[in-house]
Every structure is written in structure tokens, then in C-alpha cells.
């Protein structure tokens, strides 16, 4: 967006786009049964009361206080829903449910606080030095992008919810089975560029996302499709999770002290396989990308011989072409639309590795957006001249600790506005809950 744009029009924008993902997340929130609100699905996370107070906490902290030197809505909760949790060290959290407040209090604050905002930007300038933070929409674009994410996070939490603690809505997905079978392609050396430029036209980016850089990566051949449920059958069958060979230290360690034996989407079923799909358990879909671990996608990929994806690596088979220019997704410029790919909440589950032909990348790679965040072995770290966000100081930095690894791509539940091929996801290596998928290299 151009800084020429009327006030008027700036307003109608993050308006428009602040209530989409409103309606997303409230969305999320509808499909938890009564009573079901103060579980905590994910044991190293809140519980889930948490996050009904924590979008607008967080709006509210960073649009009304920081952005405008506003006073508190309520000062207790404004610190209480103020930050979530990184599960690094193992502890788990302990607070019983009786810890939070009631439903009905959160409500009201959570409705207060959308009014708040809501009133602040019908007057809020786009272009006034007395609030800088504002220009171009920074905080709004913060504040947007942030509920975007947990919209995904949240759908995570959501999934690992036992089946009758949800509002079902969907019909049982559909297994076909129509596995198109591992396939390399050879990518030529050559250059992938990383990052955004700083500057004060440039698109928005979170702070991890600047300064752009240049890497020269060499030939190597990678997997045309993500590995798939029956690629990596194939690895359980082969007692994968019991040969300490594929694994590094630490994360045989966390596999042998959790039991940990397949992947956490599946459920052993007598002699055969089940797929904790959103609101059903369903036949393993053999086609559907395997959702795993860093430390498990790591194991399998040494079990091939080969290893990870480098985040260049991942940026040179998406966007490069063979003619050595660079596109801005891997199917062209043209912004992303659902005939691209599995993302933008269009489904709760995966469907079949090469489902979308139109999204394939001019190497001929597939399924480069979507249908799964894409694991690397690339530590999370800063580019060349990070600078933190003044007014968000620990986003990243608080992450560039050795222990989490770059993602890139984007899931099924992966908003528009987050699969630019600039955006860096992370995790920690033992994390199994995020839909992460992965493909193989040979370099």
C-alpha cells in the first residue's frame, strides 16, 4: 500500500480486515463444546480459556497502550491474557481450571475491549509523527497478522481435543489413496533470495523477515511432493523409531522417555493405522502429507540418506526458475487463490500430495504452499542487520535460542496474507502438534 492512500480508505482497510479475522478466530471458539472451554488439549499449552482473553488482551496492549498511551480496559486481565506459553524446558503448566476467570467476565471484557479499538480507529492517522507506530498500518498489520496466527495455533489446540468435546461440522473426509509415489527433481545451482527490503515503502514484514539477503545455493535434487503418510508407513515398518542410528541425542531422548513410536496424527487400530482427522478417525490416508516432528522428519530423511531442506534450499525450489530469475510464489506473481493450494481455512484436514496442479513451481515442484508447513535444518536465527520491533522486542528474539527451526509454506489453516515466501514459522524440534510436514533433498 502507498502512504498516499486517504486516511479514509487506510481505516476502511484494517477495519475490513481486522473483522475477517475476528470472525475466523470467534469461529474457532464456536466449535468448542460447553463446557469444554477451561480443557487444556495441549499439555505444555493454556488451557483454552486463555486464548479467548489473549487476542484482544494482546490488541488492546498494543494498539489502546502502546500505540496511543490509553489506559488500561482492565489492568488485571490487560497482563493476565498478555502472553502465552513456549513450551522449551518441559515443565508443564499446573494452574487448575478454577485459575481463570468465568466465561461471561472475559466476554465482557473481550467485547469492551473490540469497542475500544474499534473507536480508536475511526480516528487514528496513517501518516502523523506524534504516533509513528501507526504509519502504513504497522500496529494494525501486527495486530491482524497475530490473530491470524493463532487462528492456526488455536485449530492445532482444536484438533487435539477428544472428538466429543467439539461441534462437529463437516462430513467425514474422503480417503482415496492415490499415491503419485517418491519422486526427485534436480534443481540446478544458482541464487535464492531471503528476506525484505528496509525500507520506508516496504511491504509489511514481522522483524525477523528484514534485511534482505542473497544466497548462493549449489545443485541438489529434492522431493517433487511431501512425504506422505505411506512413505513414511514404511519407515515405522521398518522399526525406524527403534534404531538409535537416525537419531540425534536430544531427540532420542524425548522419543524413548515419551514412547513415542508414529507419528501423533495416527492411532493404532488392531493390525492397521487410524488418522485423528479434525472431527473423525479415519483409515490412514496414505497420499495425505505426514504431519511430524522436527526430531521424526529428521530421522526419516537419514534413513533415506538424505537430509532436510535449507531454508534457501526450500526458496530456490519454490521460487527460482530455470531461466534464473525468481518469482514471487512458486506459480508465478499472481497472489495466491484456492486453485493454488490447500490454505487459507478452505479445509480443516489435508488432502492428496499433488492435488493442485496450478500451484507447482517452475522447477515442477509441488505442493510448496500449503497442505502442510514445510520443516528445514535451518536453526531460527536473525538475517544480517535484525532489528527488533521497538514496541515488540521479544517476537523473535526471544526464539533465536538453538532450539527452534525454521518452517516455510504454509498449512491448510494458513491465512492469504501469511503464505508470502518471506514469512518464517518456527518451531522447536519436539513439538508434535503443528502441521508440519516435510520434503527430502540430496545435495
Known sequence: MSAVIPAAEWRHVFASRLAEARDLTDSLFKKVCPGALYKRPIPERHRIIFYLGHLEAFDWNLIGKQGLDLPPIHEEFDQLFA??????????????????????????????????????????????????????????????????????????????????????????????????????????EGLATLGLVRSERAPFGWDNEFERQQVHVPRFAVDVYNVTNGDFLKFVESGGYADRSLWKDSDWEWITSKNISHPGFWKKNGNGWLYRAMFAEIPLPLDWPVYVSHAEANAYARWRGQSLPTEAQWHRAALGTPQGSEQAFPWGNEPPDRSRGNFDSARWDPVPVASFPEGRSAFGVEDLIGNGWEWTTTVFEPFPRFEAFSFYPGYSANFFDGRHFVMKGGSARTAACLLRPTFRNWFQAHYPYMYATFRCVEN
Not at 466476554?107 to 480507529?121: F, S
Open 83 to 188: 502472553f502465552g506459553i513456549d513450551p522449551v524446558d518441559g515443565g508443564l503448566p499446573q494452574d487448575p481450571p478454577s485459575a481463570w476467570p468465568a466465561e461471561s467476565i472475559i466476554r465482557k471484557y473481550v467485547h469492551e475491549a473490540r469497542r475500544r479499538i474499534d473507536d480508536c480507529l475511526q480516528t487514528l492517522s496513517f501518516d502523523d509523527v506524534r504516533h509513528p507506530l501507526f504509519c502504513r498500518g504497522l500496529l494494525l498489520n501486527v495486530a491482524i497478522e497475530h490473530r491470524l496466527m493463532h487462528a492456526e495455533t488455536f485449530a492445532y489446540m482444536l484438533h487435539q481435543l477428544p472428538l466429543d468435546q467439539k461441534v462437529h461440522e463437516s462430513p467425514e473426509p474422503q480417503v482415496k489413496n492415490s499415491n503419485p509415489g517418491y519422486r526427485q527433481i534436480e534443481i540446478p
